[in-house]
């Protein structure tokens, strides 16, 4: 892909394809679909994460799913192409996936978020089409081998023991194991279910994944990171976005590859979508979107409580004596006292 000037380029180049034009008239414009133009991103965002919990999570819980084969990725491919179509119109539904608290079953939930994430993440480092939609069949299948045990050991409100991490590390293999038969088509999905919680140079787990790993694992398991870190967990409350990713950035090289690093930073900014964020003006504001190659100044809505006309949105981008001095907590995220990524 010839190289981009900024996303919204981008976006056009995706939008243009004679697949994407086919794809619109079959997401947007029926109104049954979950991103129907005629919806909000709320409802797109609850539409599609219920359309994933009832297809797949459930379905495996309730071992009506025997093997891969039962499990519709026909339909997942779908899921992703909207995602991709959602993230082309508009960077909106990130605020929705960005909200730190699960409306639902941690599970699906945790993976569309990890889907979206992963999407756009692919999208700032200017993956194909093809690729980004196998990202995100891939993010959505990322932890299907939780299915397998207990989940206690991902719904504890308490420390695990060791027992409980050295069952929930399995969940890797058990993906692994279920999707086997279908290796030889789908290799870069086994490759990402295997290799997600692999970090460069040996770490992470499991023990016995060596080598380089696949451009999709990179990016699932950086967006599954930031994505465990920016929301409620049983144990502990979300960290603010601009806090995780600080640590992010923070992190060793041999933790997350560089080129994945700029990836995210070019889609998301230093200052995620979701962050509630004050200018040095005083006022507060929410971020909305990210600037390409501007990571430290996006777009921001004013937050203007007991006002009675629409929130102003500004591109701080384009202003030359606005910027962000620092950023707020409310109820729903903790403040770091030692936030360190591995």
Known sequence: MAKMKDLSDLRKSIESTPLMVTLEYLYTKNISSPVATNKTSEQKYTELAAIVSDMLYNKLRGESAENARDIPLTSLFSISEM???????????????????????????????????????????????????????????????????????????????????????????????????????????????????????????????????????????????????????????????????????AAKESVFARDILRGMIESLGMFPVGSIVQLNNKNAALVVEAVWRSPLRPIVRLIRENHPEPAETIDLSKENNLYITGIIYNDDYQIPKDLRVT
């Open 83 to 249: 995602i991709i179509l959602s993230l082309t119109k508009s960077k909106e539904i990130l605020l929705t996936v960005m909200n730190p608290r699960y409306a639902g079953d941690f599970l699906a939930y945790h993976s569309l978020n990890v889907a979206f994430l992963s999407c756009a993440v692919g999208m700032g480092m200017e993956f194909q089409y093809r690729e980004l939609t196998e990202i995100g069949v891939s993010a959505l299948l990322h932890d299907i081998g939780m299915t397998k045990i207990d989940s206690d050991c991902y719904l504890s409100k308490e420390a695990l023991s060791k027992s409980q991490r050295d069952e929930m590390e399995k969940h890797p293999i058990l993906g692994w194991q279920f999707f086997e038969k279908l290796k030889s088509d789908f290799p870069w999905l086994l490759r990402v279910i295997c290799e997600e919680h692999k970090r460069e140079h040996g770490q992470g787990y499991p023990s016995n994944v060596d080598g380089d790993l696949h451009p999709y694992s990179r990016v699932v398991g950086l967006c599954d990171s930031f994505e465990a870190l920016t929301h409620n967990r049983i144990y502990r409350k979300a960290f603010h976005p601009a806090d995780a990713m600080k640590a992010i950035v």
